[in-house]
């Protein structure tokens, strides 16, 4: 579904990555994990498109995206979840959730709408109870779920996923990855970035250790499974 190929980028003339190359199966999970400032935040959002890649390619479902703007991805089944759990607070959960198809139109935009906010509604119950509700007024870890379920709302094939435990409680935390479980269950293609290595290797089928900017290890599901 994803193929990274040799990808060089950087944050002005700071370089960040540094030929990181990795790919994701569809109904796979992928995690990506490593030191602080590794580049493993980076890497995703290269992949994505909010950040020009200087060098390599990024194929999805065998098409070169790299240089495509972010909506274009979107467009083509990707999505992505920042870490920093950017919801508009003074719009209702489920205005929310509506941007979420913003690349759809017309009648197929309110059948769209209707469809996936009642998989994402199964998905995380209490969005629905706070659908009516200020996203603002939302806890942490109710924002997050938040951002899960508008990156589903556009439909994806592959959602790229940014520390989605980050500050969560762990029943919370437990909570996101049993959803992203579900996913993959459902034949999404997921790339985590993940601090959390414990509850994040429970769940994935490969790994990747990012250190410098490079890829420096790949872990397959038998050292998941055995923790070696």
């Not at 603002?136 to 779920?145: I, P």
């Amino acid at each position: 579904m994803l193929q990274v190929n040799d990808i060089y980028a950087s944050y002005g003339l700071a370089p960040v990555l540094q030929g990181v190359s990795l790919y994701v199966n569809r109904g796979e999970i992928v995690v990506i994990t490593g030191p602080h400032g590794s580049g493993k935040s980076t890497a995703l959002r290269a992949i994505c498109g909010i950040l020009a890649i200087a060098r390599g390619e990024v194929l999805f479902a065998g098409h070169q995206i790299q240089g495509l703007p972010i909506e274009k991805t979107v467009g083509r089944g990707m999505a992505y979840v920042d870490e920093n759990r950017l919801v508009f607070p003074s719009m209702s959960v489920m205005d929310n959730l509506i941007l979420g198809t913003y690349s759809r139109r017309g009648k197929e935009k309110r059948n769209r709408t209707a469809q996936n906010s009642k998989s994402v509604f199964q998905l995380f119950p209490v969005l629905e109870e706070r659908k009516k509700q200020a996203a603002g007024t939302l806890s942490g870890g109710e924002k997050q779920m938040l951002m899960i379920a508008r990156a589903l709302m556009s439909n994806p094939e592959l959602l790229l996923l940014d520390c989605p435990s980050m500050g969560l409680a762990p029943l919370l935390v437990s909570k996101v990855m049993n959803v992203i479980l579900k996913l993959k269950g459902q034949g999404m293609g997921v790339l985590l970035v993940e601090q959390d290595i414990p509850a994040a290797l429970d769940i994935a089928d490969r790994g990747y250790v990012i250190e410098r900017g490079r890829v420096v290890s790949e872990i397959d599901s038998r050292e998941l499974s055995t923790g070696g």
